[in-house]
């Protein structure tokens, strides 16, 4: 990939470089997404934060290594996922969802004009976190990459190191599980 298409490709080039400031752009423009990708994808608060720190400890370690063959995020979020899946392997998530909950809380979303509007669509929302965390490993990573992080199939592929079919099948399974759960 051409490191001039992608911005983040070039701030990472550039705290490569030295420039601590183009470090501090990209943090500030990946921690939400990557924490929620992290908090969701293991469902245990403490685990997630030492896979946050562990990530971007592993950014830092490879910035002079380096090479913007793919998006900045898919190269990020890869790393993440690859923590995740050796995190798994030490140990099995136990956390419920109400951690993911609180978490997710703390984002400020806008202001609705009617409260039962914002009461049902608050349901929806948590209708739709329980229904993903119902989701085998897989499926639910592969969904919270394209819902989330509005990756590619080739992306999502990228993160997880499985072939583009074997993405659309992980997608497939889960949207079906996801209608059905979520159908009245």
């Known amino acids: 990939m051409d490191a001039a298409v992608d911005p983040d490709a070039q701030l990472m080039l550039a705290y490569a470089r030295g420039d601590l400031a183009a470090f501090d752009a990209l943090y500030a423009n990946h921690r939400g997404p990557l924490y929620r990708f992290l908090l969701r994808s293991v469902r245990d608060r403490a685990l997630a934060d030492e896979l946050f ?11 002079e290594r380096y090479r913007p063959e793919a998006r900045f995020q898919t190269w990020l979020l890869q790393i993440a996922h690859r923590l995740v899946i ?7 998530p136990i956390a419920v969802g109400e951690e993911a909950e609180i978490a997710l809380a703390s984002h400020p979303t806008p202001e609705r004009e009617q409260p039962e509007q914002a009461l049902s ?4 929302r948590r209708r739709l976190q329980l229904a993903i965390e ?4 897989e ?5 919270l990459l394209r819902l989330e992080n509005e990756l590619s199939l080739e992306e999502i592929a990228d993160v997880t190191g499985v072939g583009r079919e074997t993405v659309k099948s992980r997608l497939r399974y889960a949207m079906t599980k996801l209608r059905d759960v979520l159908s009245p």
């Open 121 to 124: 669509e608050f349901e929806q």
């Open 86 to 92: 050796d995190g798994y392997r030490r140990r099995r």
């Open 139 to 143: 499926q639910r990573h592969a969904i």
């Open 53 to 63: 720190q562990e990530t971007w400890s592993r950014v830092i370690a490879a910035r």
């Open 134 to 137: 119902q989701l085998p490993d």
